[in-house]
């Protein structure tokens, strides 16, 4: 392969670098240009969504969107506890009274655990992304086709398109999609 060649050698660096070849042209780039959904996927894709009222979709579409965008993923229970030990420390650390220390008595110690206790779950409650699965019904399907189908579709293509110029004989017999994000796809 050109880009193979080129990279062993060094040659694409030095046309870079005496400027002969520009760095969006040079034999490593994988662009694939504007990709289109094909016309059996967007027909489907528009029979599926033709019964839903398109503005409030498209708005609604835009919204999940938007949120499944700004997801964070959930910490690992591990993660989490070194978490609320470490806000625990910190709240500790602030406190002027001990409710450990012997000359505290009982009632007051109540309290003051019962204090640590809620300020450190109002600092989680904070800190802390609260991530919960999204519950997919036939509306909200087809929100997730609006906004994503285009954008899914050509994420995957430029994927596939880079895979096939790196090995052209690659050609996956199926690919399974099952979710939005890093790492969602298999083939």
């Not at 708005?59 to 989490?80: C, F, M, Q, T, V």
């Not at 506890?81 to 000359?103: C, G, L």
């Not at 206790?117 to 600092?123: D, E, H, L, N, Y």
């Amino acid at each position: 392969m050109r880009y193979q060649a080129e990279r062993k050698d060094g040659r694409t660096h030095e046309s870079l670098k005496n400027g002969s070849v520009k760095a969006r042209r040079h034999a490593g780039r994988m662009g694939v240009g504007v990709v289109h959904l094909p016309e059996a996927l967007s027909q489907a894709a528009f029979n599926t969504l033709k019964d839903y009222p398109e503005k409030s979709l498209l708005g609604d579409a835009n919204k999940l969107s938007s949120y499944i965008w700004s997801r964070h993923a959930p910490l690992e229970k591990d993660e989490y506890h070194h978490k609320i030990r470490d806000v625990e420390d910190t709240i500790k650390e602030q406190e002027m009274v001990d409710p450990s220390s012997p000359h505290v008595g009982e009632e007051l110690r109540g309290r003051l655990l019962e204090s640590r206790k809620s300020k450190v779950i109002t600092k989680m409650k904070k800190d802390v992304y609260h991530w919960k699965p999204i519950e997919y019904n036939g509306y909200r399907a087809a929100m997730y086709v609006a906004g994503r189908l285009a954008p899914d579709y050509a994420s995957l293509y430029r994927i596939m398109a880079e895979v096939k110029k790196r090995d052209p004989h690659f050609s996956p017999l199926t690919l399974l999609d099952f979710g939005s994000g890093v790492g969602t796809s298999m083939w």
